[in-house]
């Protein structure tokens, strides 16, 4: 891979513009309903790395110029990822403790605001991306971005995959099995952070499903990383608990493969995912050792 | 008030229609994913009054003429009801066992599944809504009513009412924090009913903005004779447990004002809905029987 100059300090850039923009979105902490919107917000305040708006921002910078347009959709996607931990770490799922290094919503405001907040900011992800209609004419491009988004984050997509991994928690279960949960749980998201991004830039049909086969190959890289990382990092560095997969009996890529074996799978998904960019006529360099970045993070 | 003739027979056609719609519009059952959709429709085809969604088509009718038009979106409010109550039933929020006399979504596939086929039910409703786009021309007002539906649904809507309802759970609360409650908890999706209703067939800004303070007006009457219900009528009857206010030390209009002074303000409320429907110069005569009846509702 070519060497991208200053990646860590663009990095930060946009890892700072992702924060303003959907701190600017976030709900008011005011009136009766003041407690929920502080737990939707200290959820979507507890850092993170914004990838999945930056991978939004990146993929629209291919196809469009004026990206304001982007924003709604950035700050929606980033609430409908932090529903999906706020649930995920519900004592009736995977019953944790801490997230990032702090406490988890259903820690602090208790399970039923748990509940309700992580509802509530999937809700306002979609409040949220209908404003994008007020700052275009283009309404069909808002229209089909907004259609991704549900069906990616849905039964058919993240929500499809979650509830599957759930059902079969602590169970064997098939390599198929496996691809289907992670392709749904974690890849679905990068693909709708991607395609919609591309769409609100002005990605034509075939440009778009480009874009969803590297999304899906970016999706699946993540995904191995994370269950080595379980395995080879320790809890300070990831900010949560680490050999949890072990611990909970959980078949991922390196029960099944080893960790060497799932980290050449990792290199071959982000190869992947870079020789399809790569062959569109348009470029992103960043996004591109962005990819490359993701593929070897440590936490 | 004038006599509607023939009002249960016209109400049974407009509730069987209610239920084929509902029914074209879910998810199918196959796939990895399958147990979730299971849970999906189980909740979905547990019965229930359908009120909302013949709300919507008869406020509908009210402006427009092809009804087909207004499917989508009477699917749509119903799912975005029917997981406020799979969330309602949880053990971290009201833990029943029981719901329209059959055992209650997580009662029957566990408390995650709960959780997540409840937020996919609102997920799909948008999902659903959106290929409202796909059956006209006209995309604003598809894009107004899906705007009515979010703000509704949202933390300035029924889920912001959920939310501080469950947070004063048992405790002293204000007259203001009670209507407050009843107008969000119970109004909003009557509210987000009806709107969407008018604005899908055609109504203006200001017809769009009477219609929505009938609907104000009749959750309120709603909310309250369901206070009435839970002291009055028999856990038969209900199809779920009675006397649960007084057992949970729930302040409600009855408990603040007695039982016939409640019954008088649900008449108030319903007559107020009335005359200005009888104001507007688009007139449907069953939706004003409906008001009435809903009124004076045993269960």
Redesign the interface.
Known sequence: MEHYENFKEELQIRTEYAEKVIRRWL?KES???R???EA?NYSMCAGGKRLRPILLLETFRMFGEDEQLAEPFMAGIEMIHT?SLI?DD????DNDDYRRGRLTTHKVY???????????L???A??TM?KT?EMTSD??RV?RA??IM??K????GM??????D??NDGKEISRE?LD??YE?KTSALIEASMMAGAILGGADEEQTALIEKVASAIGMAFQIQDDILDVTSSSQELGKPVHSDEKNHKVTYVTLFGVEKASEQVLQFSEQAQSILENLSNKNKFLTALIMEMASRRK
């Open positions: 709900p009136g009766f309903a407690t929920m919107a939707m529903h649930h519900l004592p009736a799922i208790g399970e039923a605001m748990g509940v309700l907040s992580g509802v509530s999937l809700n306002y979609y409040e209908l209609f309404a069909d229209i907004l259609k549900s069906e984050t849905g039964i058919h929500l499809g995959g979650q509830s599957v759930v059902e099995m289907y949960i749904h």
